[in-house]
T-cell receptor, first 115, second 113 residues
């Protein structure tokens, strides 16, 4: 069982609200990721971090921000939620090995509905 | 950046048959190729992975093959069982510290008994 936790599991919120999705891991992994996924569909990379105070944008990041102040914590913030943000958000973490990337462990996801 | 193509998008097989899912990647610098299985309501879980210095890897009924020259890799599941039904994703990433896993679009595998 992977030690990576996302809260909340489900969230229904009104348009225009600011929201923060939480993600924490206890494995000491240096890399963390946020993916957006519609049910059973492609995983779109939103943001990733390869260490404290380092973040990079993915393909789908323009309407959200992240921070990595502590190794174990990687929150995702939507400043103004819109119905188009309705989706599942998956957080993951991995450890850099001598040969590069290693297994990424995923959280259970946050299912966001914006009404 | 890296781009990963995955085929087919859906695959239906009879129990006991083999299933093959194929992926191609665009960046020749990629050197890590994992496969993930995602069941309904759960996050993806790693089932097998391969690095660019290996051509094939097996784990019981699951195998992955890699062709670096052609930039493609495949997942093979033998003796499929109904519990193999799920969405399978391939991914690729480079060795540098600052690179992320890029996923294919997924294959929905249905195994009927």
């Amino acid at each position: 069982e992977a030690d990576i936790y996302q809260t909340p599991r489900y969230l229904v919120i009104g348009t225009g609200k600011k929201i923060t999705l939480e993600c924490s891991q206890t494995m000491g992994h240096d890399k963390m990721y946020w993916y957006q996924q519609d049910p059973g569909m492609e995983l779109h990379l939103i943001h990733y971090s390869y260490g404290v105070n380092s973040t990079e944008k993915g393909d789908l990041s323009s309407e959200s921000t992240v921070s990595r102040i502590r190794t174990e914590h990687f929150p995702l913030t939507l400043e103004s939620a819109r119905p188009s943000h309705t989706s599942q958000y998956l957080c993951a973490s991995s450890e850099s090995g001598p040969g590069g990337n290693t297994e990424a462990f995923f959280g259970q996801g946050t299912r966001l509905t914006v009404v | 950046g890296e781009n990963v193509e995955q085929h087919p998008s859906t695959l239906s097989v009879q129990e006991g048959d083999s299933a093959v899912i194929k992926c191609t990647y665009s960046d020749s610098a990629s050197n890590y190729f994992p496969w993930y299985k995602q069941e309904l309501g759960k996050g993806p879980q790693l089932i097998i992975d391969i690095r660019s210095n290996v051509g094939e890897k097996k784990d019981q009924r699951i195998a992955v093959t890699l062709n670096k020259t052609a930039k493609h890799f495949s997942l093979h599941i033998t003796e499929t069982q109904p519990e193999d039904s799920a969405v399978y994703f391939c991914a690729a990433s480079m060795g540098q510290a600052g690179t992320a896993l890029i996923f294919g679009k997924g294959t929905t595998l249905s195994v009927s008994s």
